[in-house]
């Protein structure tokens, strides 16, 4: 794991086309792992919050190339150490609000100038910010932010039309010879959706809403008085039956709602509720990526820059992931991670730090400190 580790970070180094740039990378991913997790330009003593601006806002270097850079080492890392043929792939989907609370003029809310750009932030769910539905890989103790898209509004292509675009990502390499199971919440209960999945042969484990109709006329809700979990029904417009179950959760006011999950999977009715609470596991990424490694901190004024920090952020979770699956045993802090994950993959930046905290120290008594690179080992 820290060779894959090691080996992704070098290879994401040595795409910046300048040393002023690959200093500017290594900064911005000592920025995503810091231990107290203020993931802030300003909050680096390695470089400049203008010059890190600069970098993810202006500078050419291939937004794209990172990307599929980053993929072929997560598919390598997965061919080198195995999962178990008989564990499933379990592809999680849901949306998620990058909130903000300020101006910003090129992704901020629709103005009447046609010339204007079009804008990324957005109200939706009464949440006024950037809207990411996300796609997150679950295999065995693996876990991978694989890809992303932003919803651009009403009228545009709706979370769940952007879900159906985000499986067409995931690679054969990946899931050959496993099972597949979709899982995603209410907002990804589409006809459309349930297609997308079936028609490539997975499982589809979603949550549907109380009020949809049965081909029947009923509606969901009315099936506990007259049915047991488990059931075989099918839904309107949908010409294949689905496996429902159903549960009652406990919200914040103490009080219950009935909630569905279907399958397109004849799974047993309380099988169903266990598989279908699993998805929870990218409500703790989002959790953690947003407070951990700075997801929602951007302020960038391009698109561009907010792309590119968004991708570095998700990068970021990746490596200390890794290094947290070398540990023995693992870490279990996010904290502790971080910290250990710059001292292998970026010891360098973790010395400059410690040397210009104190800099003032050598200059008092007449000394520089300057560094140097040993030549490596043969």
């Known amino acids: 794991m820290l060779q894959h580790a090691q080996r992704l970070v070098y290879s994401l180094i040595s795409l910046m086309p300048s040393h002023y740039q690959e200093a500017s990378l290594k900064a911005l991913f000592a920025r995503f792992l810091p231990e107290q997790g203020h993931a802030l330009p300003e909050h680096t003593p390695l470089k400049s919050p203008s010059s890190l601006s600069r970098f993810l806002n202006r500078y050419s270097w291939s937004t794209r190339q990172i990307i599929r850079t980053t993929r072929a080492a997560v598919l390598d890392q997965l061919a080198v150490h195995p999962v178990g043929p008989n564990v499933p792939v379990r592809l999680l989907i849901d949306l998620t609000t990058l909130r903000k609370t300020g101006k910003f003029w090129h992704l901020s809310t629709p103005t009447e100038d046609v010339d204007a750009p079009e804008p990324w932030v957005r109200m939706l769910n009464g949440k006024r910010g950037l809207h990411l539905v996300v796609l997150y890989l679950v295999i ?40 597949v199971i979709v899982q995603g919440d209410t907002e990804f209960g589409t006809v459309a959706f349930f297609n997308a999945v079936r028609r490539r042969r997975w499982r589809a484990v979603v949550g549907v809403r109380n009020n949809r109709l049965l081909q029947d006329g009923r509606r969901l809700k009315d099936l506990p008085r007259c049915a047991k979990r488990g059931l075989q029904v099918r839904l309107k417009d949908i010409d294949y039956p689905l496996t429902i179950s159903w549960f009652w959760l406990k919200r914040a006011d103490d009080k219950r709602e009935l ?23 990218i409500e703790g990424f989002f959790k953690t990526v ?20 968004l991708i570095l952020s998700f990068i970021a979770y990746v490596l200390a992931h890794w290094i947290d699956l070398w540990a023995c045993p693992p870490a279990l802090n996010w904290k502790a991670t971080s910290r250990l994950t710059i001292e292998k993959l970026l010891p360098s930046v973790l010395l400059l730090k410690h040397i210009r905290r104190d800099a003032g120290m050598p200059a008092q008594y007449g000394f520089e400190i300057v560094l140097k690179s040993l030549p490596s080992s043969a």
């Open 140 to 179: 065995g103790e693996r876990r991978i932010p694989w890809s992303f898209r932003i919803w651009h509004g009403k009228g545009e292509a709706s979370p769940s039309q952007l879900a159906c675009k985000l499986l067409a990502t995931v690679p054969r390499r990946l899931i050959q010879g496993r099972t």
């Open 259 to 281: 909630r569905f999950v279907a399958s397109t999977y004849p799974y047993t009715g309380i099988y169903l509720i266990r598989l279908g609470r699993k998805r929870w596991a």
């Open 290 to 309: 947003k407070h951990q490694f700075g997801l929602h901190c951007f302020g960038q004024g391009t698109k561009l820059g907010v792309y590119r920090w």
